[in-house]
């Protein structure tokens, strides 16, 4: 009777090889609330402000959404695909859509209570004043006796 070896990890790659192939023979499914892009942003400092600009084209005001949570600052929306009822056939879409979100760490100097934004010609704009810095103080001693 022949003996034959088989390592233990074998098992394992066997599956993990089952596993992608089974990912590549079904189709991409996007949950609803799966973030499936991510729009460009730029992030600028001056000496009274953080100024945070991210591209929004085609995304209208009412479909985000900021908020701040724990010195981060959120960005969640969503750019609708708006489907001609007609007989239009699409030969090529570049363009991404859905849900998107992305999150930008505040630094400690940042005044998030006083931030403005605005939306203009598919550019958004957040500005985040800062915390004048503690210039510290003078602290005069007293003699007890």
Known sequence: MAKTTRAPWMGLIEDLGEQMDDMMRE???????AH???????????A????????LPGVAREDIRLEVKNR???????RRFEKDA??????????????????????????????RAHLREGLLTVVIP???????????VNCID
């Open 27 to 33: 189709p991409r499914r996007a949950r609803r609330d």
């Open 36 to 46: 499936v892009w991510q729009p460009q942003a730029d992030i600028f400092e001056t």
């Open 48 to 55: 009274e402000n953080i100024t945070l600009q991210v591209e």
């Open 72 to 78: 981060t600052l959120w960005l969640y929306g969503e």
């Open 86 to 115: 007609g007989e239009t056939v699409y030969h090529q879409l570049e363009r991404s859509y859905g849900a998107f979100a992305r999150k930008f760490s505040l630094p400690g100097g940042a005044d998030p209570d006083t931030m």
């Open 130 to 140: 800062k915390r004048p810095r503690d210039t510290g103080r003078r602290i005069q």
